[in-house]
């Protein structure tokens, strides 16, 4: 009889156990992100049907510093989403530079916009995503869950305007 009660204790702790362990929030929170001065900007995820450049991510560099981004990795809520941002890419102080799904399409709209990379071989949800950037170390950098729906601006659903962070 103990041996059956034991053994019904220690089942259902350890199926507690999985139970805190499978529902552990495994969302990132501010203090998962180190501070690099290079930030998620602006989303283009669902555009005008007249006006479509595809998916893109702009990052800047609010920082003093010149940022080298090689080896960096732009995902979105997929970790077998990854574009690896090319060796030597640096990030002057107040630059911005555009990660694009298409570049013809992203160039024949945007001809003047530069820095720009592509093609990053995976779009961001129209119904909502989340975009991440990591640095070299695979240190998340910043991280932005965006939806079509208040308190996101639902404009940027398909009606022109981007997600201007």
């Not at 080298?68 to 970790?79: E, F, I, N, V, Y």
């Not at 990591?134 to 398909?158: K, Q, R, S």
Request: net charge negative.
């Amino acid at each position: 009889m103990k041996s059956s009660i034991r053994n019904f204790i220690e089942t259902n702790l350890i199926m507690l156990g999985l139970l805190f362990y499978c529902c552990e929030d495994t969302q990132p929170d501010s203090s998962d992100i180190i501070d690099s001065g290079v930030v998620i900007n602006e989303i283009n995820y669902n555009s005008l049907d007249s006006f479509d450049p595809d998916d893109w991510v702009e990052i800047y560099n609010n920082s003093s510093e010149t940022i080298d981004l090689g080896s960096w990795l732009l995902k979105d809520d997929k970790d077998d989403h990854i574009f690896t941002i090319p060796l030597n890419t640096l990030l002057l102080p107040n630059q911005y530079l555009v990660f694009c799904t298409d570049t013809i399409k992203f160039t024949a709209l945007f001809p003047d916009v530069n820095p720009y990379y592509g093609d990053l071989g995976f779009g961001l949800g129209g119904g909502g995503d989340i975009v991440r950037l990591f640095d070299y170390n695979g240190l998340l950098v910043d991280i932005v869950e965006y939806d079509d729906i208040a308190p996101w601006d639902t404009l940027a659903d398909g009606s022109g305007p981007t997600l201007e962070l």
